[in-house]
């Protein structure tokens, strides 16, 4: 198992203020929210928020995070981005398969709309 980078994580306050202040990209489903905004570090870096009061578990918190944290790590961002995924109750009910699956999926839906965000 590779370990996650520091320099891959959000880390301080105003980086995820700056996210959510001022997001490029939103994307969402049933049990996430993902919000980005451009960065021009030259590569990317997440924030992962899993409130008690939507999972109240915490080994169901951390499952959902380190499942989020090795999709980020494998399947690298086309842009360099500043990423916060919010978690939402549905997210509790997901086994790993589908919390894996959702969040491929708005991957890349946020690769996309990136794309098209910035293309012009």
């Given at each position: 198992m590779q370990s996650f980078p520091f320099k891959a994580r959000l880390s301080q306050p105003g980086h995820y203020r700056r996210v959510?202040?001022?997001?490029?990209?939103?994307?969402?489903?049933?049990?996430?929210?993902?919000?980005?905004?451009?960065?021009?570090?030259?590569s990317s870096r997440i924030g992962i928020i899993v409130a008690k009061k939507n999972i109240r578990l915490a080994s169901r918190r951390n499952r959902i995070k380190r499942i989020i944290r090795e999709q980020f790590r494998l399947s690298p961002l086309q842009r360099s981005m500043d990423l916060v995924v919010l978690a939402r109750s549905p997210a509790d009910k997901l086994d790993n398969r589908a919390v894996w699956q959702d969040i491929?999926?708005?991957?890349?839906?946020?690769?996309?709309?990136?794309d098209r965000r910035w293309a012009g």
């Open positions: 959510f202040e001022g997001p490029n990209v939103k994307v969402s489903s049933k049990a996430f929210l993902l919000l980005a905004a451009e960065n021009n570090d030259g491929a999926s708005l991957w890349d839906q946020i690769n996309a709309t990136a």
